[in-house]
């Protein structure tokens, strides 16, 4: 059981716009930035968001992040087949001085 | 730029000692002032954050694994290390190390080594 949790999966068509949420409390998100990960089949996590919704130099704008209280969501826009992947987000948890994820989100591009 | 490349054995036997290293290159790993920590992700199962460690060794660990986990580091060799003991099947996964940017932002991953607990 994630200390952080987000849908199992979405889907959505090539074009379109999908969203993942991810819900935690005031120990970790409520309190504390948050990093969005893309990990694609067979390869390492990649840092996609971080700051709750700055990116990282290479990451388009089709990626955006944002916070309210203590949920935050990843957005994504224009919809590529290549952005079928496993997506993540972590942050700290200060009751439990520890970093935390969440259990992650497959997107399927239909 | 920094590049981060895990190493050790990919096979361990039940109630041994799992040992990998991360290797640090293209910068000193006590410049930046980063953490340094250790992630896994077990087959068909999410990302779990194992611990980290700062440069002047004081380290965090997830509260789960904190009775046998050790993490440590060696600046002289621009490397940091996992040691994970007693381990049972459900430590067969692959395990990343990655660079803490500042509080949990791993910005810099390695590749990867797949570890599996096996007789």
């Known amino acids: 059981q994630s200390v952080l949790t987000q849908p199992p999966s979405v889907s959505a068509a090539p074009g379109q716009k999908v969203t993942i949420s991810c819900s935690g409390s005031?120990?970790?998100?409520?309190?504390?930035?948050v990093s969005w990960y893309q990990q694609l089949p067979g390869t390492a996590p990649k840092l996609l968001i971080y700051d709750n919704s700055k990116r990282p130099s290479g990451i388009p704008d089709r990626f955006s992040g944002s916070k309210s209280g203590t949920s935050v969501t990843l957005g994504i826009t224009g919809l590529q087949t290549g952005d079928e992947a496993d997506y993540y987000c972590?942050?700290?948890?200060?009751?439990?001085?520890?970093?935390?994820f969440g259990g992650g989100t497959k997107l399927t591009v239909l | 730029q920094v590049q981060l490349q895990e190493s050790g054995p990919g096979l361990v036997k039940p109630s041994q000692t799992l040992s990998l290293t991360c290797t640090v290159s293209g910068n000193s790993i006590s410049s930046g002032g980063h953490y340094w920590s250790w992630i896994r992700r077990p087959a068909g199962e999410g990302l779990e954050w194992i611990g980290r460690?700062?440069?002047?060794?004081?380290?965090n660990y997830n509260p789960s694994l904190k009775s046998r986990v050790t993490i440590s580091i060696d600046t002289s060799m621009n490397q940091f290390s996992l040691k994970l003991s007693s381990v049972t099947a459900a430590d067969t996964a692959v395990y990343y190390c990655a660079r803490d940017y500042r509080w949990t932002t791993f910005d810099i991953w390695g590749q990867g080594t797949m570890v599996t607990v096996s007789p």
């Open positions: 005031s120990s970790n998100i409520g309190n504390n930035y």
């Open positions: 972590g942050t700290w948890d200060s009751s439990l001085s520890a970093g935390v």
């Open positions: 460690i700062y440069i002047n060794g004081n380290t």
